[in-house]
């Protein structure tokens, strides 16, 4: 489709436009307005006297003047929600303090001072989770970003290094374990059955990374000794009853140090490390200094009660919080602008450990897919931005795939240019330069470049301009002479009509049709907006293999026949070019078909190509099953539209099921066959066993595409004999879309079998609310309605309406009753928890890119969000660039 045909302007409700207040502006926050700290904080003492209803904080800083800061007489301590009960410097109670907005202003004379001060919070009504808060009875914090100012009165921002020292009294019946960041120094009993403890950690640290746990836990405790011969002693805190779930978690822990040493000669640098999973938490989990806190979904694991990918997410989020604590926290961020500093390189780094723990060829795969899924509409959306962004209103809209997993890709991409060694030498340079300290993307980029041996000067680019770069292939074949030319193009994004072109590093191979086999791979860089690269060799026209291991993160542009991606999905050497041919089958097909360019002929070409590229997986005895089980993953919807300017969403759904259902029935008994050999795989963790429970849901699948009434007796069948939840849930998730009688049945015995277990009864939420089936909006207000729906919860709220909001049918409704779904959890859960309701903004904001009638219907629920005048900083920039 072309760009003219965009979306017409949405007709404009006037009801409400008219009604509301002109809405507050959010004041923008410049990354070249940076300026470094007037005052340092070499010291803190906070004393805490813990309740759920009311906490007690006395906070004594240690203040000095920066050498390098503006001279000011004014100390500036960030707040938010809070208020100052007494001031006190250098000893005496002062009044002459002010407020500026949410932040406390305090007069200092002199070079260096104590300045103290009071504050009280109310844990348990803090609902937004961020700062202090109370979950199940427990207490416990957040505060990356923004939330120390939630507790306390601080310079909050994350180049003001301070060591801290925390005392802590509680009762001793309702918190009997207390926990801090670095090691308990003290503890002692107290009057009323009150108990205490003293907690100090020796590294310097930004109040980001600050915590406190507080409550009634038991820990998973084992030793680690380090490379260095430091004893490590290292505790996994949950809630009484949960203690079984936590072995998986232990060992990728374990797994975690020491694979750091290994792999990036990074040792650990205190003598106890905590974790603590906690119910009600906004993210995955924060990496605070020597005391981990986690969402309870990345820690808690067995067999009876989590899926294979679940484990895979749990080692995951254990590597990236521990590796953070040399990339974020040795070396943290001097900003918020930098944040790609610590969670780019990190999630690199927990990508490269879970490929060496797993199957690296899977890995890969698995997360270019949650780019492609996450990431791509981001960046050619209205809320693009730079991996580095420019400014924003509110940082915690910027934990984003772009600043995480596009960030990961940029520096994956100087790994490739540099080859592992020289990377290696690379962040070992950056690691010994900027130990300590609060650095930049650019600190990061010089150490590579220096240590590695790198020009990046260009590269750089890749930092400061958003969009996915496309790439353009052409391959001409003329006598004996090959001749690759690539085109590359950055589309503008906002606030960026002009880009350049960026390195774009490949790895491709030049297959020769007569042999079958490719004479070496190679890596070119296209630089320039075009180039063009030789080869000789070649009879005929080779078979080329581009972007092997996806090298680079764009998109491509390379129509080719279905006959040279049918070669390259059987016998590609490289895995992820091998899914890739796959994928390219299908999205060809596919985005023919939603556009009208598929006639009956092409129709029933294409269909065979993507049959026989099927049945071949399906049989090929070289695959393993998780391989095999990537390779049968069809395209998701969203990937789909992004392969269109103007996307119908309901003409990719029709579409893209249509071909499961064919394929269901063609490739029918080489699928019940595949179906039946992994059901008889005995459990396991090994490779073998998750490959026959991945295969066995992927054949499921398409089995009831193909023959529902088969697929529902098999899903019920799998249902029944399931010993995992893997088995379970695949089988609960294809009875989910099916209108049998067996949905109901099965529906019903999950959730009495699995009530009281908070992350299965989530699952029990997201499967429905993820369902293909006809009355899946009915099926999701029901759900909205039920008793173990809260509105508190994240894990709840993201179960039910994530998954709403990423299922085609029940959000692209075509009346528009799922945008309005989403439009009114906005309104209701931003008073909540804004942080939390911002998330579900993106997906409204694509309406630029769907079609005209479903476009009006999301813009006007954009606009019904806007006219709320008491929004939230993180609602109303989300809402309010996305209507822009
Ligand atoms: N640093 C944490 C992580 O790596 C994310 C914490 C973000 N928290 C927030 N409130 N935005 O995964
Ligand atoms: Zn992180």
């Excluded at 986690?294 to 749990?314: G, K, Q």
């Excluded at 529902?708 to 995992?724: C, M, N």
């Excluded at 999701?780 to 039910?800: S, Y």
């Amino acid at each position: 489709m072309d760009i003219a045909s965009r979306p017409a302007e949405p007709v404009e409700n006037t009801q409400i436009a008219d009604a509301a207040p002109p809405p507050q502006a959010p004041p923008v926050i410049h990354r070249e307005d940076y300026l470094p700290p007037a005052w340092l904080i070499p010291q803190v003492l906070l004393d805490f006297r813990l309740g759920v209803d009311a906490t007690h904080v006395v906070s004594t800083l240690s203040v000095t003047r920066n050498p390098e800061g503006n001279g000011t007489s004014t100390l500036r301590l960030n707040g938010d929600q809070i208020a100052p009960l007494a001031v006190r410097v250098d000893g005496r109670e002062v009044n002459d303090w002010r407020l500026d907005g949410p932040d406390l202003l305090v007069e200092l004379t002199g070079e260096a001072h104590s300045v103290e001060v009071e504050t009280a919070v109310n844990p348990a009504a803090n609902s937004q989770l961020m700062g202090l808060y109370a979950s199940n009875g427990m207490l416990c914090t957040q505060c990356e970003a923004e939330g120390f100012r939630r507790i306390t009165f601080f310079p909050d921002r994350p180049d003001v290094l301070s060591t801290y020292s925390v005392k802590m009294r509680g009762d001793k019946a309702q918190f009997p374990v207390l926990l801090a960041n670095g090691n308990c120094t003290a503890t002692g009993e107290g009057e009323d059955g009150t108990h205490w403890a003293e907690w100090h950690d020796p590294w310097p640290k930004p109040s980001y990374l600050f915590a406190l746990v507080a409550g009634d836990l038991v820990a998973n405790h084992d030793t680690f000794t380090t490379m260095g011969g430091r004893k490590v002693d290292l505790n996994i805190w949950v809630r009484p009853g949960d203690e079984d779930r936590t072995q998986h978690a232990m060992d990728s822990l374990i797994n975690s140090m020491k694979w750091d040493e290994e792999a990036f000669g990074r040792e650990y640098d205190l003598d106890l490390f905590n974790i603590v999973a906690v119910s009600d938490f906004n993210m995955g989990a924060m990496e605070n200094k020597g005391l981990n806190v986690f969402n309870t979904r990345y820690v808690l694991a067995d067999p009876e009660t989590a899926t294979d990918a679940d484990y895979d997410a749990v080692e995951g989020v254990i590597g990236h919080e521990y590796f953070h604590n040399w990339s974020g926290n040795r070396v943290t961020c001097r900003d918020w602008f930098q944040l790609s500093l610590k969670e780019g390189f990190t999630v690199l780094r927990d990508q490269m450990f879970s490929a060496d723990m797993g199957s690296a060829a899977v890995k890969r795969i698995e997360d270019v897919r949650v780019l492609r899924i996450a990431q791509f509409p981001e960046d050619s959306g209205p809320l693009a931005h730079p991996i580095r962004p420019d400014s924003y209103q509110e940082i915690s809209n910027f934990y984003t795939a772009t600043v995480y997993n596009k960030g990961a890709e940029v520096i994956r991409m100087m790994r490739t240019m540099a080859g592992p060694e020289r990377f290696r030498a690379g962040t070992d340079l950056y690691f010994a330069r900027h130990d300590g300290e609060a650095a930049t993307c650019e600190d990061f980029v010089k150490a590579i470049e220096d240590g590695a041996g790198l020009d990046l000067t260009q590269f750089r680019l890749w930092y400061s301009q958003a969009g996915t770069p496309q790439l353009t292939v052409e391959l001409d074949h003329d006598g004996a002479r090959t001749t690759l030319t690539l085109t590359q193009a950055v589309p503008a994004t906002p606030g960026q009509p002009e880009k350049q072109p960026v390195p774009i590093p490949l790895r491709i191979a030049l297959y020769d049709r007569d042999t079958g086999a490719h004479s070496g791979e190679q890596l070119v860089v296209l630089d320039k907006d075009t180039g063009s690269f030789t080869f000789d060799g070649f009879a005929k026209p080779p078979v080329l293999s581009i972007n092997r291991g996806f090298s680079a993160p764009v998109a491509i542009d390379f129509a080719r026949a279905n006959e040279d991606l049918v070669f390259l999905a059987a016998h590609d050497d490289d895995p992820f070019a091998r899914y890739e041919a796959m994928q390219g089958l299908v999205v060809q097909y596919l985005v023919a078909g939603v556009s009208g360019r598929l006639d009956d002929a092409a129709r029933t070409e294409g269909r065979a190509a993507i049959g026989a590229a099927f049945a071949a997986v399906i049989d090929d005895p070289e695959l393993d099953d998780l391989m095999r089980g990537e390779l049968m993953i069809l395209p998701a919807e969203t990937y789909l539209a992004e392969q269109l300017l103007v996307a119908d969403p309901g003409a990719i759904h029709a579409e893209r099921e249509a071909l499961k259902a064919w394929l269901g029935s063609e490739c029918g008994e080489g699928l019940k066959a595949l179906h039946d050999r992994a059901a008889a795989v005995p459990y396991g963790r090994d490779a073998a066993a998750r490959g026959a429970r991945k295969i066995k849901t992927q054949a499921l699948t398409l089995i009831a595409a193909g023959d529902p009434a088969e697929g529902a007796r098999r899903a019920l069948a799998q249902y029944r004999a399931a010993d995992t939840m893997t088995d379970r849930q695949g089988a609960l998730m294809v009875l989910a879309s099916l209108d049998a009688p067996e949905r109901a049945e099965a529906l019903a015995d999950f959730h009495q079998r699995y009530t009281g277990n908070a992350l299965v009864i989530d699952k029990w939420f997201s499967l429905q609310g993820s369902a293909f089936h006809p009355e899946v909006l009915e099926h999701i207000k029901a759900l909205a309605g039920h008793g173990d729906f809260t509105m508190t919860n994240p894990n709840r709220v993201r179960a039910l309406y994530m998954a709403a909001a990423s299922n085609p049918v029940a959000f692209h409704d075509e009346g528009g009753e799922g945008y309005r779904m989403i439009g009114e959890l906005i309104r209701k859960l931003d008073p909540v928890n804004p942080q939390t309701a911002a998330r579900f903004v993106p997906v409204l904001g694509r309406w630029r890119r769907i079609e005209p009638v479903r476009a009006a219907l999301m813009r006007a629920e954009l606009e019904r969000i806007a006219a709320v005048p008491t929004l939230s900083r993180d609602v109303r920039e989300q809402v309010t660039k996305s209507l822009g």
